[in-house]
């Protein structure tokens, strides 16, 4: 028995031998294992990860509609590519759909729920002061997600979940770009006044200025990377 078929029988009957060879498949894009634009051999991966080709096959059918991966007929599976055209279409779409979280989670926060976010913020105010940006990309990721949960609405998780996929392909690192991370810091700053206020007008415009302006970093980050290496 093959150490994923293992983790299955651990795990039980919910969770199907293809379900866990794209969860494996993922972490290996995303670690990069197997990097952007890079052919998929399903030889090879059925024979590292012990496998048949029937669960692989069923494995990369979801990777591809999530949009890691592509279908090429004739030629296979390549691991996607993600190309400045594709955030400048995905950014505004998860903005317009983290605005709408943090407009339902204005509505639906207790005050239970504002002591913990608040907790999460001084973390971050924190990591901020300190420059510690890897610290500071973990406790900004938990703050968006309690919003999503906040929202309380599936379908809204569900697809910020696979755009999020998809930008994880870009190794995107815009808090690197010059002044971003006190930028960064002040907008999240702003939702959670709003969120405090009870305000989800409020709360909606600081969220998509926040995920608007983390593609304007992105650019501007490009702009020094390119400057530099022209140099």
Excluded at 41 to 67: H, Y
Excluded at 141 to 153: D, K, P
Aim: glycine content about 6%; aromatic content about 4%; hydrophobic content about 45%.
């Amino acid at each position: 028995m093959s150490t994923l078929q293992q983790s299955i029988a651990q795990r039980g009957v919910h969770h199907s031998l293809h379900d866990e060879v794209a969860a494996r498949l993922r972490s290996m894009i995303f670690e990069g294992e197997l990097v952007p634009g890079s052919f998929i051999d399903e030889g090879v991966l059925c024979e590292v990860l012990q496998i048949s080709r029937t669960p692989l096959r069923e494995a990369l059918k979801v990777l591809n509609a999530e949009g890691l991966v592509r279908h090429e007929p004739r030629r296979g599976c390549f691991v996607n590519q993600v190309t400045e055209q594709d955030l400048d279409e995905i950014f505004p779409v998860i903005a317009l759909l983290e605005g709408r979280c943090a407009f339902e989670a204005a509505r639906n926060a207790t005050d239970a729920d504002l002591a913990a976010l608040d907790l999460l913020h001084e973390r971050l105010n924190r990591h901020a002061t300190a420059g510690q940006i890897n610290d500071y990309y973990a406790v900004n990721f938990a703050i968006h997600e309690a919003i999503i949960t906040l929202a309380g609405n599936r379908w809204l998780a569900q697809v910020i979940g696979d755009l999020r996929k998809v930008l994880k392909l870009a190794r995107l690192q815009q808090l690197h770009a010059p002044g971003r991370l006190a930028q960064s810091l002040a907008e999240h700053m702003a939702v959670f006044a709003a969120l405090k206020a009870r305000d989800p007008d409020g709360a909606d415009t600081a969220m998509r200025t926040h995920l608007t302006r983390q593609r304007a970093a992105l650019r501007e980050l490009a702009r020094v990377q390119k400057s530099r290496a022209l140099a």
